[in-house]
Each structure stands twice: as structure tokens, then as C-alpha cells.
């Protein structure tokens, strides 16, 4: 019987190798560890390397420290920088039993290749009854024979959201983890009380934590009428003081940052917005260096009021990443389709310049257009709170809300695929450097269609949209809304 017949052998230690061992035995135990309508409790044997086979065995370690899953895979095989996954022939039993060698040369990657198996792997080779692909089913028959190895196009791939409309920061992380996600940009008007169990949690998946906070910024930079010397003078020390109170004894993974470049207009009084924001942010930069002098800053910087003065931003400090929004049209807008063909086209020019700004120096790019937000009902926060521990009851409530909204942008990203991934050949046929890429969401309560496109595009772009749209839909975590 398939519950007996099955066990995992791991090699590898460490929190994102337990996370991966944990995410196995979950997904594949759910069709190992019962019989239907039989109450006896089976448990699927996670062991040590050095422990004997089961007639279907999986190996999950990293490359360097398992022995026995290098009889299987050789060392030319495993990218430096990604991952593979081999279903072999158990050598005792090669007609029925089969080896499922998961491995990596980083723990990241390793998770990733728990991923591979049970979300791309199993659906795609699930068997046929009838006319129906029953990937349930998988278990019972021998593994089809399958090899495959993955190395990343991008290896920043960040989401950008705001904390406090999160319910549950562990689920959703959870759900960044498994659409390859490796960094989050939370958003907070007042630091939550719980931040450093966020990271921690976060950590644990291999998941670096940036902490965003407002530099000079304002909804829409309405309100921002002038910007004399005085008033820029007290900007920075407002930066510095947050810094040194909130941030420096958090130890987070990097500051993310914006300004006042939200507009469309290039002018603030008399003072050229382009120019004043560099001066301000490499200003500021400094002064944090001398605090923190490894920290990680990301500038991020709205593209519609300096659009036409690229030349000015590109003074500023290489050492800041550039994390440009409001790029154009689809897929760096709100709406998740095409309005005006003819913008959609003037997109790639534009990106061409910003991938070469600065040789390419620190420069990310935002897919928008899965937003989901009442920006007419949306408030602040009022102060300090808990992040990510609201009851069922609220999360329920907010999903079902966002449930219909969310269909109806999932239905547009299918329309748009197409687009959205000749943008993302673009960048990646022209890029000069490391891109980080990264969305704009408010994706609590689940892992939604459109941000696993992008996680999948982000990873490795794929030739046709039909093949990633299929590869994503097919993932059983993965829901329209």
C-alpha cells in the first residue's frame, strides 16, 4: 500500500532546510498518510541520510552534504545558483519503486526544489481517469522519469505592501515562499510591535525584511507647496531621528524610502524636483551610512514628475538602489490591462533608458496593476499595532470583500499575459546588471493568479504566455480571487 511504501531522507540542517522538509511532508503526506474513510493514523518517515530506502524514497538535501543523492544527480547538473529535481529508479526496485532526489547549493534553492516537485512537477504528469488529470492520484504508480534544473533571471524578486492590511503575516509569507519570492518591502506609518517576529519568520524561509518609511513623501505629494532650505533642512533630520528611533536597533535587512516625486509635475515652487530629491536622498545617505555604514537603501521613486530628467537622477549615489515606479502603462500601471496601445509601445524605450541609467547600477523595476484597494476607504494607521494577528473572522471578512475584485484582475492578467511577459523578455534582453524585480500588491489571503505570474516571470521567464499562464493556473495554491 502506497502509505507504507514511502519515506523522506534529508542530509541538510539549518531553519529554510527544516521549512522544506516541513512543506514535503504537508503536501505530499496529504496522499501518503491516509487511507479514505479509514481511520488509522500513518505518519510519512522524515529520517536522516545513512537510514535504508523505502521502495519510494525522497532525498532533500543540499548538494554538498548529501552522498546519496550524488549517486543520482551529477555535480554538473545542480546550477550554482539554482536548483534540481531527478525522479530516478530506486536501483533495488527499478520496475516499481522510484528515488526523488530534491537539491540545491543554497537553502533557498533547496526549498525551491520542494516547489518544483509538488507544484509543477505532479500536476503536469498527474495521471489520466478518463478525460480527468487526477494529480492525487500521482502516488499510486510509479513516478514518471523526469529531470529538471532551474537557475534564476533575477535574484531579487520583492513584493512592496503595506503592514497593517496584512491578517495573518505568517500565511503570507507562506505564500511568498512558494511563489519564489525572496523579498518583502513592508510599508508602515508606525513600526508594528511584533516587526521582529515578522522578520524572524520571514527569515526562516530564506525571505530578507526591508522596512520602508516616508522621506519627504505625502499621499500624492499633495500638500508639499514648497521646499526652501529650511524645510529640506528639517526633512533630514526627520529621516535621520526615524532612523536612530525606529530602525537602527531593529537590524532589519535594509530602508526602502520615497520622496516627494509622486506628482506630475517636474517643479516644486521654485525648486526642480529632480535635482532637489537627489540632493536630499544622498544627503541623508551619508548621514545614515556614518550610523549604519553596510546599510541597504532603496529609493523608491516615482517616474511621472522625472520622466524627462533623467540626467539629474542619475547623480544619485550608486550606492542606493533605484526601485522605479509609475513607469507607463500595463504592467507598470494601476489598471491590470492595456488602456492606450500606443503608451504600452512608448514603455520599452523608456525602460531601455532606466536599465541603462547609471550602467545599470542598482536598478529595480514595479509591475502594478494587481493592487485591490479602496483608495477612497483607505486609512492610515492610527499608531502602533500588531502586525498579521487579526482574528479568522477579520481576514474572512476582507477576503470575501476583495474575492470578486480579485477575479476580475486575475481574468485581466490572463488577457494582458502576453504583454506583461514581452516586457518582462525586454528587461531581461537588456539589462545591463541585476534587476530587481518586484510588485506592488495587497495580496493578504492568498497567493493570487497575477502575483504568481510575476513570481514566475520574475524566476524565469518562459518563450510563450500560454505556457506560463498554464504553469501557474495548474498550481493547487494558486486561486483566481
Not at 209 to 230: F, M, T
Not at 426 to 446: H, L, P, Q, R, S
Amino acid at each position: 500500500m502506497k502509505q507504507t511504501e514511502w519515506k523522506i531522507i534529508y542530509s541538510s540542517e539549518g531553519k529554510i532546510a527544516e521549512r522544506a522538509l516541513a512543506l514535503l511532508y504537508k503536501e505530499a503526506g496529504q496522499h501518503l498518510i491516509r487511507e479514505s474513510g479509514v481511520y488509522r493514523l500513518y505518519v510519512l518517515p522524515c529520517e536522516k541520510e545513512g537510514a535504508e530506502f523505502a521502495k519510494n524514497t525522497i532525498l532533500l538535501g543540499l548538494y554538498e552534504d548529501s552522498a546519496e543523492i550524488r549517486k543520482f544527480i551529477s555535480a554538473d547538473e545542480v546550477p550554482a545558483e539554482g536548483f534540481a529535481v531527478k525522479i530516478a529508479e530506486n536501483p533495488a526496485d527499478p520496475e516499481e519503486g522510484r528515488v526523488v532526489a530534491l537539491t540545491a547549493h543554497k537553502p533557498m534553492e533547496l526549498y525551491y526544489a520542494a516547489v518544483h516537485f509538488l507544484d509543477d512537477y505532479i500536476p503536469a504528469k498527474a495521471p489520466l481517469h478518463g478525460s480527468n488529470p487526477m494529480p492525487d492520484l500521482i502516488y499510486d504508480s510509479p513516478l514518471p522519469l523526469y529531470f529538471y534544473s532551474e537557475e534564476a533571471d533575477h535574484t531579487t524578486r520583492s513584493i512592496f505592501t503595506w503592514g497593517h492590511p496584512i491578517s495573518d503575516y505568517r500565511a503570507y509569507i507562506d505564500n511568498m515562499a512558494r511563489m519564489k519570492y525572496n523579498e518583502l518591502i513592508l510599508w508602515n506609518d508606525y513600526v508594528p510591535l511584533n516587526v521582529r517576529d515578522v522578520m524572524d519568520y520571514a527569515h526562516s524561509f530564506g525571505i530578507r525584511v526591508v522596512l520602508g518609511y516616508a522621506w519627504g513623501w505625502k499621499p500624492n505629494c499633495r500638500g508639499i507647496q514648497e521646499l526652501s532650505d529650511d524645510t529640506l533642512l528639517q526633512i533630514k533630520q526627520g529621516i535621520i531621528d526615524t532612523y536612530k528611533n525606529n530602525f537602527e536597533p531593529l537590524g532589519c535587512d535594509g530602508i526602502y524610502f520615497q520622496s516627494f516625486t509622486e506628482m506630475k509635475r517636474s517643479s516644486i515652487g521654485d525648486r526642480n524636483v529632480a535635482e532637489t530629491v537627489v540632493k536630499l536622498v544622498n544627503e541623508a545617505a551619508n548621514e545614515l551610512w556614518s550610523i549604519t555604514p553596510d546599510l541597504r537603501l532603496i529609493f523608491g521613486l516615482h517616474a511621472t514628475s522625472v520622466r524627462e530628467q533623467l540626467d539629474e537622477i542619475a547623480k544619485v549615489d550608486p550606492r542606493i538602489q533605484i526601485l522605479w515606479e509609475d513607469c507607463g502603462e500595463f504592467p507598470y500601471h494601476y489598471r491590470p490591462f492595456i488602456k492606450d496601445r500606443e503608451k504600452f509601445e512608448a514603455n520599452f524605450d523608456f525602460i531601455k533608458k532606466l536599465l541603462n541609467l547609471r550602467d545599470g547600477v542598482g536598478v529595480g523595476l514595479v509591475f502594478k496593476g494587481m493592487m485591490v484597494m479602496d483608495w477612497k476607504k483607505f486609512v492610515s494607521q492610527a499608531g502602533p499595532y500588531v502586525m498579521g494577528e487579526n482574528a479568522k473572522t477579520v481576514s474572512e471578512h476582507d477576503t470575501g470583500i476583495r474575492r470578486n475584485s480579485w477575479r476580475i484582475f486575475s481574468a485581466s492578467w490572463m488577457e494582458s499575459c502576453p504583454d506583461a511577459l514581452r516586457m518582462m523578455q525586454f528587461i531581461n534582453e537588456n539589462k545591463k546588471g541585476e534587476v530587481m524585480m518586484n510588485i506592488a500588491v495587497n495580496g493578504d489571503g492568498g497567493a493570487y493568479l497575477p502575483m504568481a505570474l510575476c513570481g514566475e516571470m520574475f524566476r524565469k521567464a518562459p518563450e510563450s504566455a500560454g505556457e506560463l499562464l498554464k504553469k501557474v493556473a495548474s498550481r493547487p495554491y494558486v486561486t483566481l480571487g
